[in-house]
Structure formats: C-alpha cells, structure tokens
C-alpha cells in the first residue's frame, strides 16, 4: 500500500478495491454474508466502546496519548473495513447512499427547526 494516500487524496474506489482484493486472497467470501458483516460491524463498534468504558477521555488526553490514538484508530479502522466490505457485498455505491441520505435528514431536520442547536423538538 502507498503510504502516502490519506483522506483528502483517496477515494472510495480505492478502499472498495483493496478490500475486495484483500477478501479475494483469503477466499473470505463465503463468510461475507450480509448478516456476519453487519454482526462483525457490531462488534467492532463495541470494541472500540469499550476503548472508552470506565473512564472519561477528552480529546486532549486521546491525541497526548500515541497507544490510545492508535488503539481508537485500529478500532475505527476495523469497523470500517466491514463497513466497505458490507458495500462490496451488496454493491452498495456509497456516494449515492449518502446523497440520497443526507437529502432526507436535511427534510427530516429542518435548519428552522434545528437553529438553536437542540437536538429534540420541544
């Protein structure tokens, strides 16, 4: 992999094909059902919960400590790996999901309704 690729220069495509490939290589599509990858989405999100139980992490006490970072980000990592591989499975195009979402949150959560910063609708 180039360890040169971050966020702001690489695409979806990209993760969608090194995924892909990587499951390919093992033969892991037999065990990529879309109901064990959303169970293993599960339980990477309670992995990486757990990196947070019993204690109370800032943001300044997470990025002064290189093993936490690291240890959130593995986690984060893990949970989006089968994310992608869960789009592979169902070729799900990502962009036009999130389009598509955005426009009905954008409906479902009106900025009149939202502007001063409330989460509920009194």
């Given at each position: 992999?180039?360890?040169?690729?971050?966020?702001?220069?690489?695409?979806?495509?990209?993760?969608?094909e090194e995924i892909e490939r990587f499951v390919k290589?093992?033969?892991?599509?037999?065990?990529?059902?879309?109901?064990?990858?959303?169970?293993?989405?599960?339980?990477?999100?309670?992995?990486?919960?757990?990196?947070?139980?019993?204690?109370?992490?800032?943001?300044?006490?997470?990025?002064?400590?290189?093993?936490?970072?690291?240890?959130?980000?593995?986690?984060?990592?893990?949970?989006f790996i089968y994310l992608i591989s869960l789009l592979?499975?169902?070729?799900?195009?990502?962009?036009?999901?999130?389009?598509?979402?955005?426009?009905?949150?954008?409906?479902?959560?009106?900025?009149?309704?939202?502007?001063?910063?409330?989460?509920?609708?009194?």
């Amino acid at each position: 992999m180039n360890s040169k690729l971050e966020d702001n220069n690489t695409t979806i495509s990209y993760f969608k094909e090194e995924i892909e490939r990587f499951v390919k290589e093992r033969k892991w599509a037999r065990f990529h059902k879309p109901k064990d990858l959303i169970q293993a989405i599960g339980i990477e999100v309670s992995e990486l919960s757990e990196l947070f139980l019993f204690n109370d992490l800032s943001l300044d006490a997470i990025h002064n400590d290189k093993e936490i970072l690291e240890n959130i980000s593995d986690e984060i990592a893990d949970v989006f790996i089968y994310l992608i591989s869960l789009l592979n499975s169902l070729n799900v195009d990502l962009t036009s999901a999130f389009i598509r979402k955005l426009k009905k949150n954008k409906a479902k959560y009106t900025i009149d309704e939202f502007s001063d910063g409330s989460y509920h609708k009194l």
